[in-house]
């Protein structure tokens, strides 16, 4: 893990390549790895590690509102499941949406330091199985140099956080931009429905779910007007 702590550039040089996410999927024995910021009901977005499993699973965790990164962040401590088959009870949407996926195991690790939280260290395996104490020691090291990266890429150290519209630089996945869509179609139901704004995300979650569509598209529709959940026929 070292090498790859390297590659990152020891908290300031070379920063989140792609290849350095390579290269840590390699040596904690994973077929997948990612980071990304977020530490509330609304998800983790994605800024680092472009995998298409990847971002798979963190579309089908905000769609559902449950998943491993999401109890990270919310506990702050680490979720390591060696096998998605078992967690039906624990996960009763995402355990099986995952499965389906092609991911049996799931590891995410909190990227804090101290009361203050950026996010989530999310590993995955296609096969069940474990970290082994080695691996989960070079995880968590790699989870602390990733938060120190992470917080000053925010602070512009070396480089800015970015933004909406802004184009991404090596290593950092396009701005992810349906969130504000999610958030617009929450409050439109809100008001049609008279309903709280939890309540009214759960309904566009449920809708979503029952339906086999990505939350953002839903979303979409809400905005757009092409779709209204209080009608018998959405």
């Known amino acids: 893990m070292a090498a790859v702590i390297a590659l990152l550039g ?4 070379a920063g989140l390549i792609p290849e350095a996410a390579a ?5 904690l024995g994973v077929d997948g790895i990612c980071a990304g910021v977020g530490t509330g009901p609304d998800g983790i977005v994605l800024t680092w590690g472009r995998e298409g499993i990847s971002v798979a699973l963190e579309e089908v965790e905000f769609t559902l509102g449950q998943g491993p990164s999401l109890d990270c962040v919310t506990a702050g401590t680490p ?7 078992d967690a039906g009870a624990r996960w009763p949407a995402f355990a099986p949406a995952a499965v389906d996926l092609g991911v049996r195991a799931v590891f995410a690790l909190p990227l804090r330091i101290g009361a203050i ?18 691996q ?5 090291a790699l989870a602390d140099t990733l938060t120190v990266l992470l917080l000053r890429r925010a602070r512009g150290e070396p480089g800015r956080a970015i933004a909406d519209g802004a184009e991404p630089g090596p290593g950092w996945a396009a701005p992810t931009t349906h969130r504000a869509e999610v958030h617009q179609a929450t409050g439109m139901i809100s ?12 309904r566009l979650r449920a809708h979503a779910y029952a339906n086999d569509r990505p939350l953002n598209e839903v979303a979409a529709d809400v905005v757009a007007r092409r779709l209204r959940l209080e009608d018998p026929a959405a």
């Not at 020891?10 to 040089?13: Q, R, S, T």
């Not at 290269?23 to 040596?27: D, Q, S």
Request: glycine fraction near 16%; charged fraction near 10%; avoid cysteine.
């Open 136 to 140: 989960l020691l070079d995880a968590l």
């Open 191 to 202: 008001v049609q429905l008279e309903v709280s704004l939890a309540e009214a995300l759960v």
């Open 79 to 85: 979720v390591l499941v060696a096998d998605l088959a």
């Open 10 to 13: 020891g908290g300031g040089g």
């Open 23 to 27: 290269a840590a999927a390699a040596t």
């Open 117 to 134: 939280s950026v996010g989530v260290l999310l590993a995955y395996r296609v096969t069940a199985g474990s970290l082994r104490g080695g």
